[in-house]
DNA sequence: AATGTGAATTATGAATGCATTTTGACGGCA
DNA sequence: TGCCGTCAAAATGCATTCATAATTCACATT
């Protein structure tokens, strides 16, 4: 019999303050929890149903990510994205993105870029028929492609954080047609640099369509400030 | 009378599981807890004398900057470092130190390069007598100075988290003479760009410092990897 | 009307207790 | 000797309870 295993696949169950976890920066990530509001451990625990120990395990996780602000004996809201976050994060969003393109163009393999490359067609697919959300959901996916291709878990789990961080504005719905169209030219040319594996080239273009998305990200943010 | 307060000094007690928090992280970093070794819930709340609620809170947090491993039911280790962590996470060191050096360019005021002038001078003198541990010291204020020069606290958050990571190696000692006149050179070239506020070169050169630094973390990690 | 006081209510902080899982020693057995 | 299965001890997961701080709201004061 053959001891040597193939790829560890690890079990490994969840404990339910990592699930509440999971839950409730989804529900953070959603809307569903707008920026801004209070989250009282009650209303969370009944909703859960269970009970305020492994749900103040979650809040502290979630505060580190910086998608909760937690202030002692006062309570968790869920954080509010201010200009100057988004002034504070984008640039390293861009700084984070740009090495995912240059490690990406040295590790991804002709399969990974033809499934990009399907996914590609896709979003354009989406674009021509002006369906917003679908053409989202698509776009993120190559962009989470681009990362797997990087390599690079700790580079992955940077990322993602600050991503969610600013996916919580649904600033989606506020992009213009001219800003949407470049948005699909500068995809182009990122699906060139992946093919040539240009990732001096791709870094720069990734940063360059960051700075697309910070535009339509802080006209939401004047259009929807809340005064609270 | 003035309502408009003056820039607003927040009150604002650590809770319990906050300070757990920065005891622990602090005896990881200091290699007081090694890297591997098992860290069960029940020392550490007699060594500090408190429950085991806010102490788990701390785990959790202290798991998600990476510097804790938790396994459901099988409880939490100190995070190895292995060769494969340093390739993850000195690139992504690099861009954001990279990020910081060109921030802090377009952002330092001259007191603080006058500040950091100081301390590089300390840094020298410390280098002359070669007093490795005040060194090293110093150095590291630098680079947190110019980390704060970059104003942008989102980027220092990041940054010292995985700076954490790796400074729990204690590769210090293992810096060889040609790698440590390397470094003070490198270190005049820096205050250099921050003088000339020359944030391209500095970016480049910060990264290349962190590439001499990467070989002595190696290095060390090869002279001191345990059979386990 | 604005501000101040204080008791009642509510929410959070932390300790304790119970259930479940893991660990590791012991002994049977091939 | 090496491999399993069993069971007690220990550790962790979660719920509950007690303690303490914050908030609310009625009422008094200016």
Redesign the pocket.
């Known amino acids: 019999m053959n001891t040597a295993l193939p790829t560890p696949t690890v079990f490994r169950r969840k404990?339910?303050?990592e699930e509440l976890t999971d839950a409730i920066r989804e529900q953070i990530v959603n809307g569903d929890l707008a920026p801004g509001i209070r989250?009282?451990?009650?209303n969370l625990c009944t909703f859960y149903g269970?009970?305020?120990?492994?749900l103040?395990e979650a809040l502290k996780v979630l505060a580190t990510e910086g998608l909760l602000s937690?202030e002692?004996?006062?309570?968790?809201w869920v954080s509010r994205i201010t200009p100057e976050d988004l002034d504070e994060v984008f640039p390293v969003m861009g700084a984070l993105e740009a090495l995912s393109g240059e490690l990406a163009c040295k590790h991804i393999t002709d399969p990974e870029i033809g499934r990009i490359r399907v996914l590609h067609r896709q979003m354009l697919k989406h674009y021509d028929k002006r369906e917003l959300s679908k053409y989202f959901e698509v776009n993120q996916k190559i962009h989470e492609a681009i990362l797997e291709a990087a390599r690079n878990d700790t580079l992955a789990t940077q990322y993602r954080s600050l991503a969610a961080r600013v996916r919580r504005a649904r600033y989606v719905a506020n992009m213009t047609q001219e800003r949407w169209k470049q948005a699909t030219d500068e995809h182009e040319q990122i699906m060139e640099c992946l093919e040539t594996r240009d990732g001096k080239r791709l870094s720069q273009v990734l940063k360059d369509h960051l700075e697309n998305k910070l535009e339509t990200v802080r006209q939401w943010l004047q259009d929807n400030r809340d005064p609270g």
């Open positions: 404990s339910l303050h989250v009282p451990e009650k269970v009970s305020r120990t492994p103040r937690l002692p004996n006062r309570g968790a």
